[in-house]
């Protein structure tokens, strides 16, 4: 399925796009006005974990939301067998890579050509959910997405050199699936429950990373000071 014919949620097409007209996610790097897609960028990825914003739209989580992850194929048998007996991990899985909302990432799934792609190749190691993917590896035939409860954020403002993990303890929901267009059901039923963003699309996310990385310059004076 071509991304251009894919419909977008309502919170992701407010985002800058690229040439092609695709939308870019929040904590994707930019230079000099052009995406880097295959680039994270670091202040912006900080930023949306410490203000536990979507990775994809930018804006924030409600709370007690579940969270939505992109993982690993041992961490989505994990996550099934805690499932299966409705209980909880007994030590929080650890990651660095920011989740984001229900449709937003289900979006990403079908769209983004690694985790749509058994195919996929990915251009850095997998973190902590995906920490079984290394950069040059296939996706391989399954990928999962995982919801889970809200995450516990260890970060040290005082320390911005140090690096934040989120702890995730409660599983709440699991897609398996091999190709993006498998989750293209549910996905219609996310749309059609889909309402306007309450929030507006978050400047500070935008096409220049220097915004990100001085709100979030803020956001550590204020804890902080």
């Known amino acids: 399925m ?3 014919t894919v419909p977008v949620p309502q919170a992701v097409a407010t985002r800058p796009r690229d040439r092609r007209g695709v939308p870019v ?21 900080v930023l949306c974990a410490v203000q536990r914003r979507c990775s994809v739209c930018g804006r924030r989580m409600r709370e007690g939301e579940t969270e939505w992850h992109a993982v690993g194929t041992s961490t989505a ?10 209980g909880e991990f007994a030590q929080p899985i650890v990651t660095r890579e920011v989740p984001g909302h229900e449709v937003c990432m289900v979006y990403s799934a079908i769209v983004c050509p690694f985790l749509s792609s058994p195919g996929g190749r990915r251009r850095h190691d997998g973190d902590g ?10 996706r391989g035939e399954e990928s999962a997405l995982a919801g889970f409860g809200p995450y ?3 970060w040290r ?19 398996r699936y091999r190709t993006g267009d498998e989750l293209l059901e549910r996905y219609r039923e ?6 306007a963003p309450q ?24 804890q902080v000071y």
């Open 190 to 195: 996310l749309l059609a429950a889909d309402s």
């Open 25 to 45: 996610p929040a904590i994707t790097h930019w230079d000099d006005g052009v995406p880097q897609w295959a680039e994270s960028s670091g202040s912006r990825q």
């Open 129 to 138: 959910l995906a920490a079984d993917v290394r950069a040059g590896d296939l």
């Open 157 to 175: 403002p005082d320390r911005p050199d140090l690096v934040y993990t989120l702890q995730l303890t409660e599983p709440r929901g699991l897609y």
């Open 152 to 154: 516990r954020l260890q």
């Open 2 to 4: 071509r991304i251009e």
């Open 77 to 86: 048998r994990r996550v099934a067998y805690v499932l299966s007996r409705a």
């Open 199 to 222: 929030e507006p699309d978050p400047p500070i996310l935008g096409t220049n990373d220097d915004d990100a990385q001085a709100e979030l310059e803020r956001e550590i004076r204020q």
